[in-house]
């Protein structure tokens, strides 16, 4: 574990991405705390053009603005078919206020048409550490896959309803939280970041 380290401010109000990042830290003895828990901080504009710029500029933000670690990930969706687009959009694919709903169902409506054979894409995750003495760590993950050419299940979120693993029928949304941890893109960015912590 890093000295001195017990908690770590997860830059995100999102309460299911941090969940699924405390079910993988489980035993390395670190406490998470959200944005909410950890004091009033200003929204990260996140303007860098790749998803390691991103997640680094919003945990340099917030381990400045609360003095503490701080954990940040960007991740999205590239599909090949679609130039790699959403890419770093993929949160406000359909606009700034898109739902999950609207950020999956514009994506199905622009892959009309296209063969299961054309529809590749990869969900890609980078998981940013910075501490309050300035020190910085990145973690990556990639989970290739295909895009299904319509919903398929009622459970995780973002894209996870159009989204098959590479070697499976099922989509990210049919599967249980455990099942999709052990393969996804930030499972296996947050994995990486565990070990660090563990070996550190």
């Given at each position: 574990?890093l000295?001195?380290?017990?908690?770590?401010?997860?830059?995100?109000?999102?309460?299911?991405?941090?969940?699924e990042?405390?079910?993988?830290?489980?035993?390395?003895?670190?406490?998470?705390?959200?944005?909410?828990?950890?004091?009033?901080?200003?929204?990260?504009?996140e303007?860098?053009?790749?998803?390691?710029?991103?997640?680094?500029?919003?945990?340099?933000?917030?381990?400045?603005?609360?003095?503490?670690?701080?954990?940040?990930?960007?991740?999205?969706?590239?599909?090949?078919?679609?130039?790699?687009?959403?890419?770093?959009?993929?949160?406000?694919?359909?606009?700034?206020?898109?739902t999950?709903?609207?950020?999956?169902?514009?994506?199905?409506?622009?892959?009309?048409?296209?063969?299961?054979?054309?529809?590749?894409?990869?969900?890609?995750?980078?998981?940013?550490?910075?501490?309050?003495?300035?020190?910085?760590?990145?973690?990556?993950?990639?989970?290739?896959?295909?895009?299904?050419?319509?919903?398929?299940?009622?459970?995780?979120?973002?894209?996870?309803?159009?989204?098959?693993?590479?070697?499976?029928e099922?989509?990210?949304?049919?599967?249980?939280?455990?099942?999709?941890?052990?393969?996804?893109?930030?499972?296996?960015?947050?994995?990486?970041?565990?070990?660090?912590?563990?070996?550190?």
């Amino acid at each position: 574990m890093l000295d001195g380290i017990h908690e770590i401010v997860v830059a995100t109000r999102n309460r299911k991405k941090v969940d699924e990042i405390a079910r993988m830290l489980d035993g390395t003895g670190i406490k998470l705390l959200t944005l909410d828990e950890a004091g009033e901080c200003p929204e990260v504009v996140e303007d860098a053009p790749d998803f390691r710029g991103n997640a680094l500029k919003k945990a340099r933000e917030i381990s400045s603005c609360t003095q503490r670690a701080a954990l940040a990930d960007d991740s999205g969706l590239v599909v090949d078919a679609l130039g790699g687009s959403p890419g770093v959009f993929s949160a406000r694919y359909a606009g700034p206020e898109a739902t999950d709903l609207d950020n999956y169902s514009k994506l199905l409506r622009e892959l009309e048409g296209v063969p299961t054979g054309k529809r590749g894409a990869r969900f890609v995750c980078c998981l940013a550490l910075v501490l309050p003495d300035g020190e910085e760590f990145v973690f990556d993950g990639v989970c290739e896959g295909v895009i299904a050419e319509k919903k398929m299940g009622q459970s995780g979120f973002g894209y996870d309803p159009v989204f098959i693993p590479e070697g499976h029928e099922r989509s990210f949304a049919e599967m249980s939280p455990q099942e999709k941890d052990s393969m996804s893109h930030r499972g296996r960015a947050i994995r990486a970041f565990a070990e660090f912590l563990l070996d550190g």
